[in-house]
């Protein structure tokens, strides 16, 4: 299938050149600008930077940065917010991982639609490509619907809750969360929120994902998966039958693959502690942050107001607490690895939710959580483990949009899990998309 990579072989061999792909890729930025998907674009920088010479295994493709993360000094993120917006200036450093994505010769022309700080699994007012009632998912939405839409074949994501996961699986995606620390946070960005956090990019296909981890990864030890791999299927009740279909159906192909497979009970239990420890992480970081900046509540939207207040509300023996949390959940989840290697499940409970699903002028912090833990069963047990984890696109439901699968396993095995997914999607019907990628022969 076409893919970044194949963009960047087209590019390197002559059959048409970086300018055009970028003159494209703006042109369908402006076309398919209804989609919401993009906060900030430049073309002037955008055509400039297209001319000069790139190298690297994605030279001359077009990219667009997150609107939160890592980023880069053209392109700084303002987090989905506007008061935020006024106050960004250009002209800094590059991140470390965007100078890597710059070395792999990915050239950015702006920033993608997310929601407030990060702060939901919708990410208005991007739409969904493939319906656009629908949500692309969050908060990487505005990246994952520039990459269904063909505006980018390849765009930046960030995941501290399942931010990269549910957009991929909402709009027919490849999507790693990549294992804590084996992607490089920063100077901008900290220590990540406590190691919640991982970035990496959404992508058409998962050789795109390989090669950008690869670009980009910090060059840890990498540890492998048993031979044969063995595999625990987990479904949570509340997940609607073609998202357990899908599950159900990959554990056979796997099985086939020469896998072992065990249905075992869903680590709902887990998922929802796990949710709990990011939601105290997410309070304490927006209080510090906002505090940081001298940004007034006014400022932003009610909900993020109320985040802030009960991050500086909690106390360090609260914040303690939350920490030694996720080392248990960590060590727990790592035990349970002893027994299998890959956990399978479904992405969301029943496929993209609608655009406008979250309100950001309530402001019930438990509500709020909840709803995200209803659309994504236990995707923030990766965030708070630190494990490995990969959505993986598996067909349509009954109303045309994309599902999804995801793999996990332990922490440090990126590389080997990339590899047992190339062979389920050897196996897999390519993913369709309602675009074509904007400036590909």
């Given at each position: ?8 072989a087209?590019?390197t061999s ?17 076309d398919r600008?209804?989609l ?5 674009v430049d ?16 030279a001359g ?23 935020l ?5 250009s ?10 994505f ?22 208005d ?5 493939h ?14 619907a520039?990459v ?6 390849i765009?930046h994501?960030?995941?501290a809750a ?7 699986a ?14 490089p946070?920063g ?6 929120l406590m ?8 992508a ?5 994902i390989r090669?950008?981890?690869?670009s980009t ?7 492998g998966?048993?031979s044969?791999v063995?595999?625990a299927?987990t479904?949570?009740?509340r997940?609607?039958g073609?998202q357990?279909?899908?599950?159900s ?10 896998c072992?497979?065990?249905t ?8 929802t ?16 942050w906002?505090d940081?900046l001298?940004?007034p509540d006014p ?16 106390t ?12 248990v959940?960590?060590?727990?989840l790592?035990?349970?690895?002893e027994?299998?290697?890959v ?12 655009v ?7 402001t ?25 984890a ?5 067909g349509?439901d ?14 440090g095995?990126?590389l080997a899990?990339?590899?047992?997914a ?20």
């Amino acid at each position: 299938m076409k893919d970044a990579l194949s963009l960047a072989a087209s590019i390197t061999s002559g059959r048409t050149t970086a300018p055009e792909v970028m003159a494209a890729a703006l042109q369908a930025a402006v076309d398919r600008g209804g989609l919401g998907a993009t906060v900030l674009v430049d073309p002037e920088r955008a055509m400039a930077d297209a001319r000069r010479t790139h190298h690297g295994p994605f030279a001359g493709v077009p990219f667009l940065g997150k609107d939160l993360g890592s980023g880069s000094g053209a392109f700084p993120p303002a987090a989905g917010v506007a008061a935020l917006r006024s106050k960004a200036r250009s002209g800094g450093p590059d991140s470390e991982l965007f100078s890597r994505f710059f070395e792999s010769g990915l050239v950015q022309f702006g920033l993608t639609t997310v929601p407030p700080f990060g702060l939901a699994l919708t990410s208005d007012p991007a739409r969904n490509p493939h319906d656009p009632a629908l949500s692309p998912g969050g908060s990487s939405g505005g990246a994952a619907a520039a990459v269904a839409a063909g505006i980018v074949a390849i765009a930046h994501a960030t995941d501290a809750a399942g931010s990269i996961r549910v957009p991929a699986a909402c709009c027919g995606l490849f999507g790693l969360k990549p294992s804590r620390d084996a992607i490089p946070g920063g100077p901008h960005f900290g220590n990540h929120l406590m190691g919640l956090a991982g970035e990496l990019v959404l992508a058409r296909s998962l050789r795109d994902i390989r090669q950008a981890f690869l670009s980009t990864n910090s060059g840890g030890p990498a540890a492998g998966l048993a031979s044969p791999v063995r595999i625990a299927l987990t479904i949570p009740e509340r997940c609607r039958g073609p998202q357990a279909h899908a599950a159900s159906a990959a554990a056979l192909v796997l099985q086939r693959l020469g896998c072992s497979v065990e249905t075992r009970p869903a680590p709902d239990e887990l998922g929802t502690r796990a949710m709990h420890v990011a939601g105290i992480i997410l309070a304490a970081s927006l209080a510090e942050w906002l505090d940081g900046l001298a940004l007034p509540d006014p400022d932003i939207p009610p909900f993020a107001a109320a985040v802030a207040a009960h991050g500086r509300s909690m106390t360090a023996a609260t914040l303690f607490a939350a920490s030694r949390e996720m080392a248990v959940i960590t060590s727990e989840l790592w035990h349970a690895f002893e027994a299998f290697d890959v956990i399978l499940s479904p992405v969301l409970a029943d496929g993209p939710p609608p655009v406008g699903v979250f309100d950001f002028n309530a402001t019930s912090i438990d509500a709020h959580l909840a709803q995200m833990q209803a659309i994504a069963p236990n995707a923030a047990l990766a965030n708070v483990a630190g494990a490995a984890a990969l959505a993986i696109p598996h067909g349509m439901d009954d109303r045309r949009v994309p599902v999804g699968i995801q793999l996990m396993s332990r922490c440090g095995t990126d590389l080997a899990l990339l590899e047992l997914a190339a062979q389920l999607v050897e196996a897999l019907p390519d993913p369709s998309f309602p675009f074509p990628i904007a400036g590909h022969p």
